[in-house]
């Protein structure tokens, strides 16, 4: 891992309240290079995703219904099942992992 990018601007026309720069930890690059999922996977996510309170988090998610919904502005097939979590309060970005099973994202 070479220069690591330390944040990511978000845009969502669609709920606003989630825009703004999400920073980057550490151990999400270290994660995103073990489970070979690439930083296009997280924007996409954090753009385009579904966003649910879960387990003390934010989950931001794209399933079949994202990938539908947004199918005129991306592709987001290729990142079907990727979930990135954040922390509940700030933007920053800690994990990410695919996982096509969404009945962990109910809102506690």
Not at 44 to 71: K, Q
Request: aromatic share 8%; charged share 30%; with cysteine.
């Amino acid at each position: 891992m070479h220069h690591l990018k330390r944040s990511l601007r978000i845009s969502r026309a669609y709920r606003p309240s989630l825009n703004g720069k999400y920073e980057l930890t550490k151990h999400l690059h270290k994660r995103m290079h073990r489970r070979g999922l690439s930083l296009d996977a997280v924007r996409a996510v954090l753009t385009y995703g579904r966003c649910v309170y879960a387990r003390g988090a934010r989950v931001f998610a794209i399933g079949r219904r994202e990938a539908e919904e947004f199918a005129h502005e991306a592709d987001l097939e290729p990142f079907r099942g990727v979930q990135v979590v954040c922390d509940s309060s700030d933007n920053v970005v800690m994990t990410v992992y695919r996982n096509r099973d969404f009945s962990g994202l109910r809102a506690s």
